[in-house]
């Protein structure tokens, strides 16, 4: 086969395993063979999305270059060891936070793409970085020439790095959502109002720190004026949520270390 990746297969039904068969299906040169799942209901609705078959975990599957593992960090290792493979068969899973180890012996890798997912949320790779891994020199480099086909941003990256870039990107998207939910909350509980007056706010917020050279350059706020007077005041009015209060003070301190 040498690098020449052109029948994948995608295993799982969750929203990874969705938006690389969309991607897959839709890119040129290479072919989704198709979906296999536990999921029936999901992997079925995923694969006739994608205009290919789907087939139950456990039955056979078809003969593809490629097997992408998109499924929860805690089965990885339980499906590989599932399956029954040719030898250059390819076989890799999609998580930030598992060891390529986990894939057990033979051509394995990780096919890491740096973005969140949700179902039904069309998400387009071809500006998505993607963070790949291989267990030797010709498995790399055959899913770099992949990558390569569904976006321009492709990287080498092993478990290590991987692991900082997941945690990076848990800050920057898991976390800031979080806040998100903790403002939205805040704002209706005491005012009655709606999430969408915060939506401005969140879209310059957002499109300021994507143009900056760095986010601390657009840095605002009381925290970054040194402005303790606000900043104690705010503290006081979460008095009732100490917890939300504690965050507060040390966002705050983070930011104000920063100026």
Not at 30 to 50: D, F, Q, T
Not at 204 to 217: G, I, L, S
Request: charged share 25%.
């Amino acid at each position: 086969m040498g690098n020449d990746i052109r029948r994948i297969t995608v295993i799982g039904s969750g929203n990874v395993a969705e938006a690389l068969a969309l991607n897959i299906a839709g890119a040129w040169g290479v072919e989704l063979v198709e979906v296999v799942a536990r999921n029936a209901e999901r992997g079925e609705a995923i694969a006739m999305a994608a205009g290919c078959d789907f087939v139950e975990m456990g039955d056979e599957v078809a003969q593809a270059d490629l097997y992408i593992i998109a499924v929860s960090d805690r089965a990885v290792a339980e499906v590989a060891e599932a399956l029954e493979l040719g030898e250059e068969a390819i076989v890799v899973h999609t998580a930030g936070s598992v060891e390529l180890s986990a894939l057990g012996k033979g051509r394995r890798g990780v096919f890491y793409p740096f973005q969140t997912f949700t179902a039904g949320r069309a998400i387009d790779l071809s500006d998505v970085p993607i963070f790949i891994e291989g267990s030797d020199e010709a498995t790399t480099a055959a899913l770099e020439s992949f990558a390569e086909q569904l976006s321009s941003k492709v990287y080498r990256a092993d478990s290590h790095r991987r692991r900082e870039i997941h945690l990076s990107g848990v800050w920057a998207c898991n976390f800031v959502n979080a806040l998100y939910g903790v403002a939205a909350d805040v704002l209706h509980e005491r005012e009655g109002l709606s999430f969408e007056v915060l939506q401005p706010l969140i879209l310059e917020t957002a499109h300021k720190a994507a143009e900056a050279v760095h986010p601390a350059a657009v840095q605002t706020g009381p925290a970054r004026r040194g402005d303790s007077e606000v900043m104690a005041r705010h503290e006081a009015m979460l008095t009732d949520k100490p917890e939300l209060q504690e965050i507060y003070r040390l966002i705050s301190e983070e930011i104000y270390k920063k100026r």
